[in-house]
């Protein structure tokens, strides 16, 4: 079982999920998120020792330019939420990066578009809301692909991890869930669910 955290501040969240061995650690670059983190904070994570976690850049049809200028060298992966083709993520994949490739996923046609994408090296599907919270619809969970570049996202909490794993998905990636008020990582919250997911990978 993997987990990704998104929404996490450099400076509050970093060391702490490093010593928990989070898999994917996720720092929003969107103007409209409460998430949203300024270019200095890019500095900051380049003082971390990742050891076996991965840094994610999460991202709305990011240039070239930023590419280049804040994300190279700082990140392992960039993460898309917009309109990005297959063409765009072979160009992104060339810079140097490897790519999470987000599915909005209202029905089960929505669940199909991930096969346009098979060269995203981790597809996250994720309901429209982008950070809403919204929950994942429990009929359509079981119609996602299975396997280990397969992501979840969508009210995932400690209370539910459980059923949801039990209906075939191994990757969950949370946000919101694991604040205590908006934009602010409860570090219990977050010990409690790794904690959660270690027992049951036991």
Known sequence: MKIKICGLNPTRDVQLCLNLNVDYLGFIFYEKSPRNLSLLDIKILSKYNKKNSEFVAVTVNPSNE??????????????????????????????????????????KQ????????DNADIILFDTPGMEKSLEFPKNLITKLPVGKKYALAGSISEDNVENISKLG?????????????????DHKKIKSFVNKINDLKN
């Open 66 to 107: 930023f590419i280049e200028k804040n994300l190279k060298e700082n990140f392992d992966y960039i993460q898309l939420h917009g309109s990005e083709t297959v063409e765009r993520i072979n160009e992104i994949k060339s810079m140097g990066f490897k790519i999470i490739k987000a599915i909005k996923v209202k029905d």
């Open 110 to 117: 929505d669940i199909d578009k991930y096969k346009e994408f």
């Open 169 to 185: 998905v191994n990757f969950f990636d949370l946000s919101s869930n694991l604040e205590s008020q908006l934009g602010y990582k």
